[in-house]
């Protein structure tokens, strides 16, 4: 069925077809909420399902917005990132092909580069201080 068809047809369906539908769309239970609101909900995932949904970092930008305890910085291409890490400073660089370079290597994160650097696993962006704790 056609995307234009299947966003059409949810004003015609009823609160416990709704649900059924987000059920089979999701795979999981329909909140809690105004069947109204619900339409609006399943336009979003059928246009989503169809057209590509949020990419990762925009997903995870508003999951962090969301929670609103941390903030983080972009390392834009360019960037230059130093930590010191058990009395040596690592230099990381951000390229304008936006790879991510550390000791003549290239990573494709900077958790990755934390985790070489570390030998643990860690949040790039907390590891490098482009995360902040908001104040409460």
């Known amino acids: 069925m056609e995307l234009e068809t299947k966003l059409a047809a949810l004003e015609d369906m009823s609160s416990s077809e709704l649900r059924g539908?987000?059920?089979r769309l999701t795979g999981e239970i329909a909140p809690r909420i105004s069947p109204r609101l619900l339409?609006?909900?399943?336009?979003?995932?059928l246009q989503a399902d169809a057209l590509g949904g949020l990419s990762r970092a925009t997903q995870q930008k508003l999951d962090q917005l969301g929670a609103g305890k941390t903030r983080s910085a972009?390392?834009?291409p360019g960037t230059?990132?130093?930590?010191?890490w058990q009395g040596k400073a690592h230099v990381v660089t951000i390229g304008a092909d936006k790879v991510i370079?550390?000791?003549e290597r290239e990573y494709r994160s900077?958790?990755?580069v934390a985790k070489a650097i570390t030998g643990?696993?860690?949040s790039g962006p907390a590891f490098f201080g482009l995360k902040r704790k908001l104040a409460a």
Do not use: D, G, K
């Open 120 to 122: 643990t696993h860690w």
């Open 110 to 112: 900077l958790s990755q």
């Open 39 to 45: 339409r609006l909900a399943l336009a979003w995932e």
């Open 101 to 103: 370079r550390w000791e």
């Open 74 to 76: 972009v390392a834009s």
């Open 80 to 84: 230059r990132l130093v930590r010191e």
């Open 21 to 23: 539908a987000w059920q």
